[in-house]
Nanobody, 123 residues
Framework: QAQLAESGGGLVQAGDSLRLSCSFS???????MGWFRQAPGESRRFVAG????????IYGAAVEGRFEISRDNALNTVYLQMNSLKPEDAAVYYC?????????????????WGQGTQVTVST
């Protein structure tokens, strides 16, 4: 069964950095991968996406310039490097997989999701 699993979340202070990882089944090695986040009482929102060859990346406006997405298909892992964290970045972060790059920002187009990892940012 194709799976994804996030890790790396935790409690950090504002201004700190954190790197999230998402390991995925080999099934998804040729899929576009995306990160979304969901804060309490809010809907899940797009954070970043990367195509299967790492040729294309895209970011949500709230994280542009602070976060960086990357992937290592040899390790079947996608990463989210988060820098200059702010309290408003606190959320559960999810990685997902979808076949077509053009839908990378559309949550409903994703075929699989991980269970999420909590990121908490203190002031």
């Amino acid at each position: 069964q194709a799976q994804l699993a996030e890790s790396g979340g935790g409690l950090v202070q504002a201004g700190d950095s954190l790197r999230l990882s998402c390991s995925f089944s080999r099934t998804f090695s040729d899929y576009t991968m995306g990160w979304f986040r969901q804060a309490p009482g809010e809907s899940r929102r797009f954070v970043a996406g990367i195509d299967e060859t790492s040729s294309l990346t895209i970011y949500g406006a709230a994280v542009e310039g602070r976060f960086e997405i990357s992937r290592d298909n040899a390790l079947n892992t996608v990463y989210l490097q988060m820098n200059s964290l702010k309290p408003e970045d606190a959320a559960v972060y999810y990685c997902g997989a979808l076949k077509l790059w053009r839908w990378v920002k559309i949550q409903s187009k994703y075929e699989a999701w991980g269970q999420g990892t909590q990121v908490t940012v203190s002031t």
